[in-house]
């Protein structure tokens, strides 16, 4: 028998262009907790699905128990015990608990299901490793962490010993994340192996037994976590020295500049309000984040205050001037600039170049403009001047297709022609969605070099870790509501947690509006 | 930058061409299954007909006039993402207004053709409208408002007694006036489009100056979507509708804007078709052609105004050779053949994105790594490949 349960050797899996996998090599003990480190793009989730039979390999190959296997699709992959919970979870909305976790593999009579049997190994497993949910709720009446460990339950119900966490902890509260964690280490002791891809340091610090790094699509080492810390996986994973800390000089905070007095935004389908009588205020030169698990209302704020949705009652101030009623445009002319969360929903005309889409906010101005017909001259002069103020990288400069660029460089133009507008008011959500390290960096950057330049900025995100080195204040939605406000400089994860997941609230807040 | 265009150019003319090929090949083996010994001298025919003569080819561009302009609609309203399958009742509106001003109103033939260009628009503009305010489908309105037109502007050229052949000298009263006659011409001279020496020129009746108002137009709907901000907005309105939302772009005014432009468009083809004077607007149950006959042509052309030009000509070209096939073949031949085409033209998209593959194949190695990382699109393209196999 041998010392690892999975071994992939040597996988090499190339797609047009790129090398996805260059001679990776992972080594998976049984009972082991073992972390996939890498940025988006270094080849974790190819890897995975290679494993996981969704790519075959040009070369290499793996082994299961010592013996070399052949994974042709998912089936093969369930048949040697390897379940995955993926990042974007795959359940069906509209089936219950029970439904989604025997779905595949369920047992029948005569044609008929029969869900006792399932039931009664479901909720022993449920109770065994404490995995709380409702087998009869519906998926999508549940939270994201119910979610979660119904997708959890999926693999244990189909007898799986090699459980694939793919960035698990992305949609958690920190408290939940802790959970996760215990919950992983149980599986672990129970002699499961478990492959956890994630780029989050600390949690590979918390948790991992061993962990494998990859950087652009090539196997960087495998080390021991007890034998490294975060600054060695750091620079293991982006090739250089990183600064995790944000140097910020102290925040000068000016005027108001965004005004937001008893914003009530409604839902078409239920009762329950989106934002519910929100009111905060932000000045000049400082950074308000909102933190919050998914789903609080912060999209629909977001809307609201942008002018994509209409509010039900309450008032929005640009300056001094209410512009609740306002269009789009006009808002985006008082100075109002728009950093959304969804760059290739909202942010980008994918299709445009990506000097056609550098002036998606501005083409209808003189500058760019001559009674009705584009200046093309002048549109290739801003945008190469953009290009090469805020770096952004692509194959064929001013004409590249916007589709065909990465993620980070299509989140540099968005920045790049938001800020370029020259705003009083910046809203930023969700900035550095899946970019690596050295865009994040820069995003960053450029956001508290806006805020020092006497810009307000606010900014919602997902991620507690940069609302909390970013902000300058910090407030908390929770279904709807500002639940906290917190200074940026003292607010703790496990505080903010607590907040974000209702547990707490404060009583009397010093919100002024 | 021109690197760009000329690559999707190319890309776009390739499928273009290959569908047409094999819609021909297609065509050849049906005349050989219908009728073996003339598959050869037939095929011939529907090839060359269309220069066989200058008054064959005369024909051709008389044809290719309306096409082209139903083929604009299409492409028009396909660029803002909206799929115009309304353009055969624009079109016959088009002819109504058209025939009306020239014949009840004694208007010369440009009046008339801005009349059927007004009544194009507001057949069009009514999906839009529904479109835009209550988010109905356009296609199940335009379609919808294609009958309407059609029994509409039956019903009323029914009640215009002066509109109908037999008021003009003519027997039949099934169709309307021919404007060419001698005691209409003593009526009203200027109702047909003029011929401008070109009838001299290609020794033929039909041609006229339709088929270079139509290219001129195409030119013109081409500065229009590349050169103005009015197109760059409905061209972001067609690719991304949030992002052009999100930008302030008025996507409701634009897709109204859009449909009203189409329907126009088509509906200057009925008035450049019957303000020919060789044609007569027929009483029939069933809609035009013409109007559905413009998909195709926006779809070989990609949608590109200028590529339209070509693919109406095409289109015109093949059915002018068509008729030269009778009698060992039955009519409809050519109708399975274009409708071959037209079927591969579909095609086109996806051969579309495999030639484009292929280009990208050949160009990767000229990027450098740093710009490597594939989008997440074409990811999803090759996972999407991989999952197939």
Request: aromatic share 8%; net charge neutral.
């Given at each position: 028998?041998?010392?690892?349960?999975?071994e992939?050797?040597?996988?090499t899996?190339?797609f047009?262009?790129?090398?996805?996998?260059?001679?990776?090599?992972?080594?998976?003990?049984?009972?082991?907790?073992?972390?996939?480190?890498?940025?988006?793009?270094?080849?974790?989730?190819?890897?995975?699905?290679v494993?996981?039979?969704?790519?075959?390999?040009?070369?290499?190959?793996?082994?299961?128990?010592?013996?070399v296997?052949?994974?042709?699709?998912?089936?093969?992959?369930?048949?040697?015990?390897?379940?995955?919970v993926?990042?974007?979870?795959?359940?069906v909305?509209?089936?219950?608990v029970?439904?989604?976790?025997?779905?595949?593999v369920?047992?029948t009579?005569?044609?008929?299901?029969?869900k006792?049997?399932a039931?009664?190994?479901?909720?022993e497993?449920?109770?065994?490793y404490?995995?709380?949910?409702?087998?009869?709720?519906?998926?999508?009446?549940?939270?994201?962490?119910?979610?979660?460990?119904?997708?959890?339950?999926?693999m244990?119900?189909r007898?799986?010993?090699?459980?694939?966490?793919?960035?698990?902890?992305?949609?958690?509260?920190?408290?939940?994340?802790?959970?996760?964690?215990?919950i992983?280490?149980?599986?672990?002791?129970?002699?499961k192996s478990?492959?956890?891809?994630?780029?989050?340091?600390?949690?590979?610090m918390a948790?991992?037994?061993?962990?494998?790094?990859?950087?652009?699509?090539?196997?960087i080492?495998t080390?021991?976590?007890?034998?490294?810390?975060?600054?060695?996986?750091?620079?293991?994973?982006?090739?250089?020295?990183?600064?995790f800390?944000?140097?910020?000089a102290?925040?000068?905070?000016?005027?108001?500049?965004?005004?937001?007095?008893?914003?009530?935004v409604?839902?078409?389908?239920?009762?329950?309000?989106?934002?519910?009588?929100?009111s905060?205020?932000?000045?000049r030169?400082?950074?308000?984040?909102i933190?919050?698990?998914?789903?609080?209302?912060?999209?629909?704020?977001?809307?609201?205050?942008?002018?994509?949705?209409?509010?039900?009652?309450g008032?929005?101030?640009i300056?001094?001037?209410?512009?609740?009623?306002?269009?789009?445009?006009?808002?985006?002319?008082?100075?109002?600039s728009?950093?959304?969360?969804?760059?290739?929903?909202?942010?980008?005309?994918?299709?445009?170049?990506l000097?056609?889409?550098?002036?998606?906010?501005?083409?209808y101005?003189?500058?760019?403009?001559?009674?009705g017909?584009?200046?093309?001259?002048?549109?290739?002069?801003?945008?190469e001047?953009?290009?090469?103020?805020?770096?952004?990288?692509?194959?064929?400069?001013?004409?590249?297709v916007?589709?065909?660029?990465?993620?980070?460089?299509?989140?540099?133009?968005?920045v790049?022609?938001e800020?370029?507008?020259?705003?009083?008011?910046?809203?930023?959500?969700?900035?550095?969605?899946?970019?690596?390290?050295?865009?994040?960096?820069?995003?960053?950057k450029?956001?508290?070099?806006?805020?020092?330049?006497?810009?307000?900025?606010l900014?919602?995100?997902l991620?507690l870790d940069?609302?909390?080195?970013?902000?300058?204040?910090?407030?908390?939605?929770?279904?709807?509501?500002?639940?906290?406000?917190?200074?940026?400089?003292?607010?703790?994860?496990?505080?903010?947690?607590?907040?974000?997941?209702?547990?707490?609230?404060?009583t009397?807040?010093?919100v002024?509006a | 930058?021109?690197?760009?265009?000329?690559?999707?150019?190319?890309?776009?003319?390739?499928?273009?061409?290959?569908s047409?090929?094999?819609?021909?090949l297609?065509g050849?083996l049906?005349?050989?299954?219908?009728?073996?010994?003339?598959?050869?001298?037939g095929?011939?025919?529907?090839?060359?007909?269309?220069?066989?003569?200058?008054e064959k080819?005369?024909?051709?561009?008389?044809?290719?006039?309306?096409?082209?302009?139903?083929?604009?609609?299409?492409?028009?309203?396909?660029?803002?993402?909206?799929?115009?399958?309304?353009?055969?009742?624009?079109?016959?509106?088009?002819?109504?207004?058209?025939?009306?001003?020239?014949?009840?109103?004694?208007?010369?033939?440009?009046?008339?053709?801005?009349?059927a260009?007004?009544?194009?628009?507001?057949?069009?503009?009514?999906?839009?409208?529904?479109?835009?305010?209550?988010?109905?489908n356009?296609?199940?309105t335009s379609?919808?408002?294609?009958?309407?037109a059609?029994?509409?502007?039956?019903?009323?050229?029914?009640?215009?007694?002066?509109?109908l052949?037999?008021?003009?000298?003519?027997?039949?009263?099934?169709?309307?006036?021919?404007?060419?006659?001698?005691?209409f011409m003593?009526y009203?001279?200027n109702?047909?489009?003029?011929?401008?020496?070109?009838?001299?020129?290609?020794?033929?009746?039909?041609?006229?100056?339709?088929?270079?108002i139509?290219?001129?137009?195409?030119?013109?709907?081409?500065?229009?979507?590349?050169?103005?901000?009015?197109?760059?907005?409905?061209?972001?309105?067609?690719?991304?509708?949030h992002?052009?939302?999100?930008a302030?772009?008025?996507?409701?005014?634009?897709?109204?804007?859009?449909?009203?432009?189409?329907?126009?468009?088509a509906?200057?083809?009925?008035?450049?078709?019957?303000?020919?004077?060789?044609?007569?607007?027929?009483?029939?149950?069933?809609?035009?052609?013409?109007?559905?006959?413009?998909?195709?042509?926006?779809?070989?052309?990609?949608?590109?105004p200028?590529?339209?030009?070509?693919?109406?000509?095409?289109?015109?070209y093949?059915?002018?050779?068509?008729d030269?096939?009778?009698?060992?073949?039955?009519r409809?031949?050519?109708?399975?053949?274009?409708?071959?085409?037209i079927?591969?033209?579909?095609?086109?998209?996806?051969?579309?994105g495999w030639?484009?593959?292929?280009?990208?194949?050949?160009?990767?190695?000229?990027?450098?790594?740093?710009?490597?990382?594939?989008?997440?699109?074409?990811?999803?393209l090759?996972?999407?490949?991989?999952?197939?196999?």
């Amino acid at each position: 028998m041998s010392e690892y349960v999975i071994e992939m050797l040597n996988i090499t899996k190339k797609f047009p262009g790129i090398i996805a996998n260059d001679d990776i090599t992972l080594q998976l003990k049984k009972g082991e907790i073992h972390a996939l480190l890498g940025e988006n793009g270094a080849g974790k989730s190819t890897l995975m699905s290679v494993l996981f039979g969704l790519y075959q390999p040009e070369s290499g190959e793996i082994k299961k128990d010592g013996e070399v296997v052949k994974i042709n699709d998912p089936n093969d992959a369930n048949r040697l015990h390897i379940g995955m919970v993926h990042q974007h979870f795959k359940l069906v909305e509209i089936f219950t608990v029970l439904d989604n976790i025997i779905l595949g593999v369920e047992q029948t009579k005569n044609g008929f299901l029969q869900k006792k049997e399932a039931r009664r190994k479901v909720m022993e497993l449920s109770t065994k490793y404490g995995l709380q949910v409702d087998p009869d709720a519906m998926i999508e009446e549940i939270s994201v962490g119910m979610q979660q460990r119904v997708e959890i339950l999926k693999m244990l119900y189909r007898d799986n010993d090699i459980l694939i966490f793919d960035e698990p902890t992305a949609v958690l509260t920190p408290q939940e994340i802790d959970e996760l964690m215990q919950i992983m280490r149980n599986f672990a002791n129970e002699g499961k192996s478990i492959l956890f891809i994630t780029h989050k340091l600390n949690e590979i610090m918390a948790v991992a037994d061993r962990v494998t790094v990859l950087r652009k699509g090539k196997g960087i080492g495998t080390l021991n976590v007890a034998d490294t810390n975060v600054d060695q996986l750091a620079e293991m994973m982006v090739g250089r020295k990183v600064n995790f800390n944000i140097d910020k000089a102290p925040c000068k905070a000016g005027a108001p500049a965004l005004t937001v007095r008893n914003l009530v935004v409604g839902d078409k389908r239920h009762l329950k309000k989106k934002v519910n009588d929100v009111s905060f205020r932000v000045h000049r030169g400082e950074i308000v984040g909102i933190a919050g698990i998914d789903g609080n209302g912060q999209s629909e704020l977001v809307y609201a205050l942008t002018g994509l949705m209409k509010p039900e009652s309450g008032s929005i101030f640009i300056g001094d001037k209410e512009v609740s009623r306002n269009t789009i445009r006009e808002r985006n002319d008082m100075g109002l600039s728009h950093i959304p969360e969804d760059r290739h929903k909202y942010g980008l005309v994918l299709d445009y170049t990506l000097a056609e889409n550098l002036i998606l906010k501005n083409y209808y101005r003189p500058q760019f403009q001559n009674h009705g017909f584009l200046r093309f001259d002048e549109m290739y002069r801003y945008s190469e001047d953009l290009i090469h103020r805020y770096d952004i990288r692509s194959g064929q400069g001013s004409a590249t297709v916007t589709r065909s660029m990465s993620g980070g460089n299509q989140q540099k133009a968005i920045v790049a022609r938001e800020l370029s507008l020259q705003p009083e008011v910046l809203i930023a959500v969700q900035p550095t969605r899946g970019l690596d390290v050295g865009a994040i960096e820069y995003i960053h950057k450029q956001i508290v070099a806006a805020r020092d330049d006497q810009k307000a900025v606010l900014l919602v995100s997902l991620e507690l870790d940069e609302v909390m080195s970013l902000s300058d204040r910090i407030l908390v939605m929770y279904e709807g509501e500002i639940v906290a406000e917190v200074d940026g400089k003292s607010a703790t994860a496990h505080e903010l947690g607590l907040y974000m997941s209702g547990a707490n609230r404060q009583t009397h807040m010093e919100v002024e509006a | 930058m021109k690197n760009r265009r000329n690559r999707t150019g190319i890309i776009n003319g390739t499928a273009s061409l290959i569908s047409i090929i094999l819609g021909l090949l297609f065509g050849l083996l049906l005349l050989f299954i219908f009728n073996p010994s003339f598959a050869i001298t037939g095929f011939d025919n529907l090839m060359t007909t269309g220069i066989a003569s200058s008054e064959k080819l005369a024909k051709v561009f008389y044809q290719s006039a309306p096409l082209l302009m139903t083929g604009l609609a299409v492409a028009f309203a396909f660029k803002t993402g909206l799929f115009n399958i309304g353009a055969t009742g624009q079109y016959t509106l088009g002819a109504f207004f058209a025939l009306v001003g020239v014949v009840q109103f004694r208007l010369p033939w440009w009046m008339g053709l801005a009349l059927a260009m007004i009544g194009g628009a507001l057949l069009g503009s009514i999906p839009g409208i529904c479109k835009a305010l209550f988010n109905v489908n356009e296609v199940i309105t335009s379609i919808m408002f294609n009958w309407i037109a059609l029994f509409a502007v039956n019903l009323s050229i029914n009640n215009m007694p002066l509109m109908l052949a037999n008021a003009w000298g003519a027997i039949n009263k099934d169709r309307t006036a021919a404007l060419t006659s001698g005691k209409f011409m003593a009526y009203n001279p200027n109702a047909t489009i003029p011929k401008a020496g070109l009838d001299q020129l290609f020794g033929s009746n039909y041609i006229n100056l339709g088929v270079v108002i139509a290219i001129l137009i195409a030119v013109v709907i081409w500065v229009v979507m590349n050169r103005t901000t009015f197109g760059y907005e409905l061209k972001a309105c067609g690719y991304n509708r949030h992002a052009s939302n999100y930008a302030g772009i008025d996507a409701k005014r634009n897709i109204i804007l859009s449909m009203t432009i189409s329907g126009a468009l088509a509906g200057i083809g009925g008035g450049l078709y019957y303000l020919s004077g060789t044609a007569q607007y027929t009483l029939v149950k069933s809609l035009l052609g013409m109007g559905f006959n413009g998909i195709p042509v926006a779809l070989l052309a990609s949608s590109n105004p200028i590529g339209t030009i070509f693919s109406a000509l095409f289109i015109s070209y093949i059915q002018v050779g068509g008729d030269a096939l009778q009698p060992e073949y039955s009519r409809e031949i050519i109708d399975i053949i274009i409708a071959t085409i037209i079927y591969l033209s579909a095609f086109a998209l996806l051969m579309r994105g495999w030639i484009g593959k292929l280009f990208i194949r050949n160009q990767t190695e000229n990027i450098n790594a740093e710009d490597d990382q594939p989008s997440e699109n074409e990811a999803k393209l090759v996972k999407k490949e991989e999952t197939l196999k």
